[in-house]
């Protein structure tokens, strides 16, 4: 049985994102959740821990998962859309600065 849950528009990069989401992926639930809520990167560990206790809800809900056998089996980081901005710059000129965002998608199965 697999389960999944979503997150979209996140103003994280995705290379930021996908750093992180490579140490995640193929580990257990308990483990992941762990390693999310110690990691250094708080701000980008803060989504993805979210994002899993979200996919550990959808599978309670369920009723037929024991979540305590789940673990990573996917976790897949995509480009969002790119938000873009200007700065002045000199003799009244403007630069672009393009603020990345990031989808984030999570299947869990059972072991």
Known sequence: MEVTAKVSSVRITPR???????????????????????????RTAHVLHTLLKSAVANADERETVDVDTLFVKTILVGQGTT????????KGSAFRIHKKTSHVSVTLAER
């Open 16 to 42: 930021k994102m996908g750093l992180l989401a490579d140490e995640v992926r193929g580990k257990g639930i308990n483990e992941a959740l762990n390693y999310l809520r110690f990691s250094p990167r708080k």
């Open 83 to 90: 938000l873009k901005r200007f700065r002045p710059r000199a």
